[in-house]
DNA sequence: ACTATTAATTGTCAATTTTACGCTTATTAT
DNA sequence: ATAATAAGCGTAAAATTGACAATTAATAGT
């Protein structure tokens, strides 16, 4: 026996999200998808999955012809099958979410690639079910930015406190306390404070700080609900 | 123009994790694999997506076909898809987990469907990957339920706190102060005291507790890290 | 070279929540 | 009756949170 008899096969596609943050808004990259049917529209980075290589691998090809993007953070969000999700031939799209410095990249994606960036609240509708993979991918990120510190992803190596705080502000759709904020954040043992200060958003100028990489896996888990430490544990 | 020219076409699978609980540890539901390769070695419930169904509706069946299970949570873990983990011919597994409240299929499960329990750490080696699905099931699950009520699932719909006290105690692998995890579970407001006892596990008896759907929506969320509340917001 | 302005940062205190315990209670078996 | 067992209630110190006010550093305008 060389093959499963008399089982059906099907495309399968990675559709990649990026999101960004510019320092005022959360972003989703978005590009005029380049064949049919829906050319033109605006869609996600997305390819069909080749031969050889897994998922994680075509979602890291597919990302980086599509947008230059190279060992960026990247992970797999879920996998959306409705049988009529492409009108032309069922597909299978595993989608995956990146989370980028914006930038960093932001000349080599608009000007290179054509790809541009929309504020989460203010995006064009996509193609096919891209637009239930970005509400889940938002609401995911949500989730998860509660019990992992995974928006740093989103900002310089050096950052501040300001920034941070206003990208949790525009990701939760409300405001907080900076006192608080500060002070909550900074008890986590995550960030490095350094010496010198980013001054354009004021005249005082506001300290940098970065993760603290040494201690990032110890304190990775402030948080609590009925366990006093789930991820310490065993 | 009706199909895509050119583009691998894969199987597509659903695998399906169950878990139980018996009171005393976590369990997994494991069969014994129906077909060659590797036919007789214990695994998930598996099968091949169908032409014309989505991944939630061929994890239902599935799952169906093979525990006679109905009706039950369900979810989407992720999608496996390295090429190589099915020596056969390059498939695609899209896993899934249910969880089920264990007395009430156990007989089914094990005389019917010819099924059986493991507890989670006795586990023998699975086909394939399986062992990964069902490790990061496991995390998943930790995971989760630090955020969501979802571990009520594997109990019945009448329940004592020591049974409550137990699972979270078994899915994190540590022991709680049962005076502080009574309180902390009760001020989520998600559950409903009931006037009778459960008198199996001691002379006393243990009061019955109902989730209390009515206000399962609003209390779903009784948590903080960095948001007062992020599931409330927006 | 002062002064007004702006945003960053530090600080305070009451209220709430968590932690770490001890004690009482209900029930059954001896 | 009473000993044994696990359930359930209580409590005080410690830690965290929430709601604020005050100070500081730097710049730009006069």
Redesign the pocket.
Known sequence: MTKYQHQTRLLAAVDCLVFGFDGQHLKILLIKRGFEPMKNQWSLMGGFIQQNESADEAASRILNNLTGLQGVYLEQLRCFADPNRDPIERTISICYFALIDINRYEKQLTDEFHSEWFPLNEMPSLVFDHNDMVELARQNLRYKATLHPILFELLPTKF???QLLMLFEDLYGTSL????F???IL?TGLLLKQKD?N?E???????YYKLDKKHYQKNFHKF?YLM?NPNNLL
């Not at 306390?177 to 608080?180: A, G, P, Q, S, Y």
């Not at 958003?201 to 300290?207: D, I, R, T, V, Y």
């Open positions: 501040t406190l300001p306390d900076k006192r608080n500060s002070r909550k008890s200060k001054k958003g004021s005249k005082k100028g506001a300290f609590s006093p």
